[in-house]
T-cell receptor, first 114, second 115 residues
Framework: AQSVTQLGSHVSVSEGALVLLRCNYS??????LFWYVQYPNQGLQLLLK??????LVKGINGFEAEFKKSETSFHLTKPSAHMSDAAEYFC????????????FGTGTSLTVIP | EAGVAQSPRYKIIEKRQSVAFWCNPI?????LYWYQQILGQGPKLLIQ????????DSQLPKDRFSAERLKGVDSTLKIQPAKLEDSAVYLC?????????????FGQGTRLTVV
């Protein structure tokens, strides 16, 4: 079974509109969840992570995500999209409490329409 | 703080040739990873080192891929011989340690094209 699933390989939003990128994870993995962003020809940059504590996590560039154990979800949101948000977004989990091996979803490409 | 350094950035080779990629992790990071990212897919873990020891290489095609981190710092990933399906971006990442909540920092990657 997939450890992490991203729904929607491509998402388009208008500039200023809400961004919602979906991520569901397997309940068999530890609750260590991450969102990374990848700009063209660049490596991955951490947006935010949930490990313990408050379930609403705030990250860089105005993004946030909420850990919902009952729904096994960790969706990424941003209230108002900016042109510079256009990129590939990856949800990732760590599949064991030791080892710190990251497993990534297939990614969601975000397009922002002016 | 310097980030994860990788070289080369781009490489084009013919199938059946060999190629090597180099990675210098962030200073003090004990854990180093090599990921393969095929176009349109998420990164896939190839191998993970803790210092100079291999933690996980279960997804490394060992008949053609090899990696080493002899002194527990820099690492080299080699493909010999290359196949067309090896065309991908190879990402190196490092983290401070192997605790499950430790962020991984990624290099810019090496884009390999096998023709």
């Amino acid at each position: 079974a997939q450890s992490v699933t991203q729904l929607g390989s491509h998402v388009s939003v208008s500039e200023g509109a809400l961004v919602l990128l979906r991520c569901n994870y397997s309940s068999s993995v530890p609750p260590y969840l991450f969102w990374y962003v990848q700009y063209p020809n660049q490596g991955l940059q951490l947006l935010l992570k949930y490990t313990t504590g408050a379930t609403l996590v705030k990250g860089i560039n105005g993004f946030e995500a909420e850990f919902k154990k009952s729904e096994t979800s960790f969706h990424l949101t941003k209230p108002s999209a900016h042109m510079s948000d256009a990129a590939e977004y990856f949800c990732a989990v760590i599949r064991s409490y030791t080892g710190n091996q990251f497993y990534f979803g297939t990614g969601t490409s975000l397009t922002v329409i002016p | 703080e310097a980030g994860v350094a990788q070289s080369p950035r781009y490489k084009i080779i013919e199938k059946r040739q060999s190629v090597a990629f180099w990675c210098n992790p962030i200073s003090g990071h004990a854990t180093l990873y090599w990921y393969q990212q095929i176009l349109g897919q998420g990164p896939k873990l190839l191998i993970q080192f803790q210092n100079n020891g291999v933690v996980d290489d279960s997804q490394l095609p060992k008949d053609r891929f090899s990696a080493e981190r002899l002194k527990g710092v820099d690492s080299t990933l080699k493909i010999q011989p290359a196949k067309l399906e090896d065309s991908a971006v190879y990402l190196c990442a490092s983290s401070l340690d192997m605790r499950g909540n430790t962020e991984a920092f990624f290099g810019q990657g090496t884009r390999l094209t096998v023709v």
